[in-house]
């Protein structure tokens, strides 16, 4: 397989972020067992039935065990809300703004920070092995999970096998689903515990089944590559063996902000927004995600986790003629009137642009529920 980790994988899980999906589903009113929404739950599907038995024939003859069989899909079945969200996926992208918004926010800065001087000992250690900055692992854990608040919770085994007998990527997930499998029959987990995202990213790190094969190791010697429990080492570790297999060089910055003409490699993400000056190692941590604003995010709040500042530059006004602190301003405003728009970070998503219809519809408006300087006037 290609060492790209997620090359294939659903984007950002929730940032697209996977497990960088900050968030979680929208819509959902009510969860089942384990906190998963119904649609996450096991549903009757005769055809899946028959689908698993037959691939448990193939797995057999690929080398997994009876035993690993019986204990991996006791339990698991057919989960609708997988396909749905595989079906559903849009081609929607964030601005570089918006996209820092969310991987750069406040919160996760100073999360971030928290969680490195938990952890510094840790992180320094896998500097020293593997040649990655310690605040560039930080980053992906933050970008991933969270920091491990965000680690997934459906069955692995359910999610891979449904999106595999679902078809529209059918080899990718079979193989996902077989990968699973050898990882129980190493005993590197349980069957309870090998949970992740809908898609099958696991952990604090977002494993993809293959990809834990591959890349990830062991680095608290106790015999089990565990990227799942609490402790975070074996995930951390593993992101950082991830980047030092894919040409992680030691002592090279990931890139900077560019403050001038300049020369060397130069991207600019959004168009009439921050240039950046960026090294090979740029290059590595799109092994991870293959996205210019992935790795830019995972740069700039490695930077912010180390102490640095916001980003210097500007962007420019979005469609709606609107900067950030407009949005943020409008946000504040619909709240502070009773329409929650879920924060205020001068990101436009779903709870705003439900705010937004909620008080056009109070007021008698044109029911757009999109943002304007007409609305945030109304709001003053």
């Not at 065990?65 to 899909?73: D, I």
Request: aromatic fraction near 8%.
């Amino acid at each position: 397989m290609q060492t790209n980790r997620r090359t294939v994988m659903a984007g950002l899980a929730g940032f697209g972020l996977i497990g960088c999906a900050p968030g979680g589903v929208s819509g959902i009113s009510s969860r089942g067992a384990g906190g998963l929404p119904p649609d996450l739950l096991p549903a009757l599907n005769p055809d899946y039935d028959a689908w698993v038995l037959a691939f448990q024939d193939r797995a057999q003859a690929q080398g997994i065990s009876g035993n690993v069989l019986a204990a991996a899909f006791r339990g698991t079945g057919y989960l609708p809300g997988v396909v749905s969200r595989d079906r559903n996926q849009t081609e929607f992208k964030r601005t570089l703004e918006d996209y820092l918004s969310i991987a750069a926010s406040d919160e996760r800065v100073r999360k971030g920070r928290a969680a490195f001087s938990r952890h510094e000992g840790t992180l320094r250690a896998l500097e020293g092995r593997y040649g990655v900055d310690a605040h560039i692992i930080a980053a992906i854990w933050g970008l991933e999970s969270f920091y491990g608040e965000r680690r997934g919770q459906v069955p692995v085994v359910s999610a891979t096998s449904t999106l595999a007998y679902d078809g529209r990527r059918g080899r990718f997930f079979e193989q996902q689903l077989l990968a699973a499998l050898r990882i129980l029959q190493s005993g590197d987990t349980t069957p309870a515990s090998l949970t992740g995202s809908w898609a099958g990213a696991m952990g604090h790190t977002q494993f993809i089944p293959t990809s834990y094969l591959e890349f990830a190791v062991d680095f608290t010697g106790d015999g089990r590559r565990d990227i799942w429990s609490d402790d975070p080492t074996d995930a951390l570790a593993s992101a950082a063996a991830y980047l030092a297999r894919n040409g992680w060089r030691r002592g090279l910055r990931w890139g900077a902000e560019a403050t001038g003409t300049g020369s060397g490699d130069l991207v600019q993400p959004q168009p009439g927004g921050p240039r950046f000056a960026v090294t090979r190692n740029f290059g590595v941590i799109k092994r991870y995600n293959n996205s210019d604003a992935y790795a830019i995010g995972v740069g700039h709040l490695a930077d912010r986790i180390a102490g640095g500042g916001p980003l210097r530059g500007s962007f420019p006004p979005d469609a709606n003629g609107m900067t950030k602190s407009d949005r943020i301003a409008l946000q504040q405003g619909l709240t502070a009137r009773g329409f929650d728009t879920g924060g205020a970070d001068g990101v436009i998503g779903p709870d705003t642009k439900a705010a937004i219809r909620a008080y056009q519809t109070r007021r008698g408006l044109p029911v757009s529920g999109e943002p304007s300087q007409a609305l945030l006037e109304s709001l003053r």
